[in-house]
């Protein structure tokens, strides 16, 4: 089932995600996801575009997300931070069997953890949700929002969380082998795929028809 969080809900007066902490004005909508009745969630942002079946992605542990791509070439080749604060180069496995750890300074600049909240599996909870909503008053974001907060948010209280491997979140430093085999494409950047000159045409029509372009 796809779910999208009503504008009208989310962005009310008083929404529990306003981030005051920092930016008065900031809505963290993804957030609301940890409130749905269902048993596992797989939150995808609206510059998403899904290429081939994610349904596995249930089957996943959570919190589970990809590394943020936009912190450059270097931070694509590593998985999350140990606890001790090393880095090792590989892609995960699939499904991600070892847990990471935010870093405890993961709320400011300087600890940013390079995770995308953009595709993130998670397990809905009340007692999840109704802590953020009160963490919301006073957690620093790095990024003024949701993906900060996050990072923050699950840094506190030394939560673990699960990589996914890169074919899931795809979209930055791409190449075409990569670009085939993806499951998801992030178009944060709008067209992170000018690049590769030979998929233009194919990028664009998939943008078209997910109605992230017009005609």
């Known amino acids: 089932m796809i779910f999208m969080i009503p504008t009208h809900t989310a962005f009310r007066s ?3 995600f ?8 900031c809505l963290a909508v993804q957030l609301d996801a940890w ?15 899904v290429r081939r079946n994610i349904d596995h ?3 996943v542990s959570t919190p589970a ?8 070439f270097n931070a694509l080749r590593r998985t999350a931070a140990t606890r001790g604060g090393r880095w090792r180069v590989a892609e995960p496995d699939f499904p991600s069997s070892s847990p990471r750890y935010w870093p405890p300074n993961a709320s400011t600049a300087d600890g940013m953890l390079p995770f ?3 595709v993130l599996v998670l397990t809905p909870s009340r007692d999840v ?11 620093r974001s790095y990024d003024g929002g949701d993906q ?3 990072a923050a948010f699950f840094a506190s209280r030394n939560v673990a969380w699960y990589e996914l491997p890169r074919r899931y979140h795809l979209g930055w430093c791409v190449q075409p082998d990569e670009v085939q085999e993806a499951y998801i494409w992030h178009l944060f950047l709008r067209h992170p795929f000018r690049q590769i000159h030979a998929l233009e045409d194919e990028v664009e029509k998939r943008m078209r028809d997910a109605g992230l372009v017009g005609e």
């Not at 949700?129 to 006073?138: D, G, L, Q, S, T």
Request: hydrophobic share 40%; proline share 4%.
């Open 14 to 16: 008083g929404s529990p």
């Open 18 to 25: 306003r981030l005051t902490a920092q930016t008065p004005h």
């Open 35 to 49: 409130s749905l009745e269902y048993d596992k969630v797989v939150s995808l942002d609206t510059d998403i575009v």
């Open 57 to 59: 992605l249930f089957s």
């Open 65 to 72: 997300a990809a590394l943020d791509s936009k912190w450059g």
């Open 116 to 118: 995308n909240s953009g």
């Open 129 to 139: 949700y109704e802590a953020m909503r009160r963490a919301a008053a006073f957690t």
């Open 148 to 150: 900060g907060f996050l």
